[in-house]
């Protein structure tokens, strides 16, 4: 009996040695498992700010960035705005237009004006890069308000007087509600041309946010989204190559209405400058446009009042009723709801109407003669 028990106790304790062992082993397999998983953790969060991490910007006149070929300001916050003068002498104009271009492009992409109605007009015209475009220094804390304060400093700067007109084109026509805005003390006129409208402005009945929205390609509606409710991915999502991103960047040809595809040989003359528009990178222009145009806004246009009450100056707003790269049934919208901005829909133009024949000498004498 007692040989019998010694046996079985020892067979006990070699059973017991072996469960110690086996959980020994799992708790050391556990163990590798969390500190593998912590690893897994930190490498794709590594690698996930590395990838939506946007590269630094190459500033125009840094050791490693393109060359300054323009003339330029330094503004109140150190940053360089580039400009280019047209028309006629400052000195002798008796309208003195600021000109905001749209997205992809710079100053160089002013409207077309013939040089006999700068002449004939007196007018003088000042175009500049926005920020983070052409050779103007990126502004990593552009908001809304932004550039219409870059504007009323290099007015400032540039002796424009009191008073001057603003036309935009595109997101620069976006940029004028911000002028009319921020400041309307300092404008004797202004035209919108096809302009931008953000969605998530309020003020639009859900109906025609909703309607707009919907009217894009898919792959704008996911990059307008992304700029709006997760900003931090605008890089990422408008590089990666699993989904496609802005077809506006993509220049895709089926964004042109049949007017802008006969309009298209005018951008050849782009050729020369093109390669500057965005040597700083991308990110603080076209991405920085987008986040900053469909980004939550303090204000809304429809909101604004009429900013020249006592008729001393005019607010226009010309759409192409064809545009297919922006709605033009936002500036309808806003144009009813905003009755002293004077609306202008072109029934069979496109989006790059501006360019067209004689069009640009059209409006600006619209903008500054009135009825007259």
Known sequence: ??????????????????????????????????KFSAVLLVGLIAWSYKVIRPPPPRICGSPNGPPVTSSRIALKDGRHLAYL???????????RIVYVHGFDSCRYDVVPLSQEVLEELGIYVLSFDRAGYGE???????????????????ADRLELGSRFHVIGFSMGGEI?????????????????LAPVANYWWH???PNVSKEAYNWQLPQDKWAVAVCHYAPWLTYWWNTQKWFPASSVIAHRIDIFSAQDKMLLHKFESREPYKAQIKQQGEFESLHRDMMVGFGRWEFSPLDLDDPFANNEGSVHLWHGAEDLIVPVSMSRYISQRLS?????????????????????????????????
């Open 176 to 192: 004028v509600w911000t002028c009319l805005k921020y400041i309307p003390h300092r404008l004797a006129g202004a035209a919108l």
């Open 85 to 95: 003068e047209s028309g006629v002498p400052k000195e002798k104009a008796r309208y």
């Open 340 to 372: 002293w901005v004077r609306y202008h829909e072109l029934p069979e133009a496109g989006h790059m109407f501006p360019v067209a024949d004689g069009m640009a000498d059209a409006v600006v004498k619209t903008l500054v003669l009135g009825d007259r």
């Open 1 to 34: 009996m007692a040989a019998a028990s010694r046996k079985i106790s020892a067979a006990a304790a070699r059973a017991h040695s072996r469960r110690k062992s086996s959980t020994s082993s799992s708790l050391s397999l556990v163990g590798m498992l969390k």
């Open 203 to 205: 003020g639009f009945p």
């Open 136 to 154: 103007s220094d990126p502004n990593p804390k552009r908001r809304e308000k932004s550039t219409a304060l870059d504007i009323e400093e290099l």
